[in-house]
């Protein structure tokens, strides 16, 4: 799952010129008026709105705090489409009031007018502290470092008098069979917490602290909600004859025995082999193989004969 910083092809650790610089670059690069990319327009608007978001500090402090997916979940509806035209301001299609690369709409300087719609009650009062973690990591008990960040400029942190920006570094305990977006009480999983608990208790009685397990893509996979999917390589002999293939899981080797007369086209299933889902939706996702046929660039003598024999033995019989 790709997030803003993804997106824009930035790091983390951003300046906001560099943000600002991505962001017309690609605005650019994909506006749906100068781009034949049949994406173009998903791939403008995913840039939109992950400028929208990082380009605005308190929203960029909104995003680390509740992480990509239920940043989306949660405020998709109340932000992005919703966004001010100020924030739009030197975007990408608006340089020298040229309006051809970026926002589109009627308002100042060519970009749309949007109106602030209030933020939902529900999470005024609720803190999300992210922790990263790997796939494999899902199925494990695991000790992780997290940060939360008092920003005293933050509603959610201003009904105190305590206004000194203050960073805490801790440690917590994440159960084993977690899964995206699961949301875990701080209290129930911080390390040698007292001080912390004992804080957040006394300046800010009226919030809410949960850890939000998000969890990090692996290379060689492609996620789609909790399914997995990998392209893998197979030789052509055992698409025909058959045979038993080892597929690395998340959980270790996979072995899967393929039948004879197996059709590259066709997708192999490893079910329970993917992402955990909520134990009130079941298990687990499936593991998904998209075959493609290995095709050898070089044939020793033995193995060009014994091909040249498959060849004929499959040719059409002369008729005489």
């Given at each position: ?233 197979i030789d052509f002999h055992t698409l025909v004859l058959g045979g038993t293939i080892k597929v690395p899981g998340l959980n270790g080797e996979l072995l899967f025995s393929v ?62």
């Amino acid at each position: 799952m790709r997030n803003y910083y993804d997106i824009l092809g930035i790091s983390r650790d951003a300046t906001q010129e560099e943000i600002k610089n991505a962001y017309r670059k690609l605005a650019k690069k994909y506006h749906p008026d100068s781009s034949s990319d049949e994406d173009s327009k998903e791939r403008f608007q995913e840039i939109q709105e992950a400028y929208a978001v990082l380009s605005n500090p308190d929203k960029r402090q909104k995003y680390h705090y509740y992480g990509h997916s239920a940043y989306r979940d949660t405020f998709h509806s109340y932000d992005f489409t919703h966004t001010s035209s100020q924030e739009h301001e030197h975007c990408g299609a608006c340089d020298g009031g040229d309006c051809s690369g970026g926002c589109s709409g009627h308002g100042e300087n060519g970009c749309h007018v949007h109106h602030p719609h209030p933020e939902p009650d529900f999470f005024k009062h609720v803190v999300r502290i992210s922790v990263h973690l790997e796939m494999e990591e899902t199925f494990q008990t695991v000790t992780k470092e997290a940060v939360l960040i008092e920003y005293p400029s933050t509603p959610i942190f201003s009904a105190s008098r305590h206004t000194a920006e203050k960073e805490w570094k801790f440690k917590v305990i994440i159960p084993a069979n977690t899964y995206e977006n699961q949301l875990i009480p701080l209290e129930d999983v911080i390390c040698d917490g007292e001080e912390l608990i004992h804080h957040l208790h006394a300046h800010y009685p009226n919030n809410l602290y949960y850890v939000i397990i998000l969890v990090n893509d692996r290379p060689g996979y492609t996620r789609k909600n909790y399914h997995l999917y990998m392209d893998y390589t197979i030789d052509f002999h055992t698409l025909v004859l058959g045979g038993t293939i080892k597929v690395p899981g998340l959980n270790g080797e996979l072995l899967f025995s393929v039948p004879p007369g197996t059709s590259p086209e066709q997708r192999l299933r490893f079910p329970s082999e993917g992402m955990n889902y909520p134990p009130k939706i079941g298990k687990r996702g499936d593991l998904y193989l998209n075959l493609h046929i290995r095709i050898p660039k070089q044939l020793t003598p033995e193995q060009e004969f014994a091909f040249q024999m498959v060849r004929k033995a499959f040719e059409e019989p002369t008729a005489t």
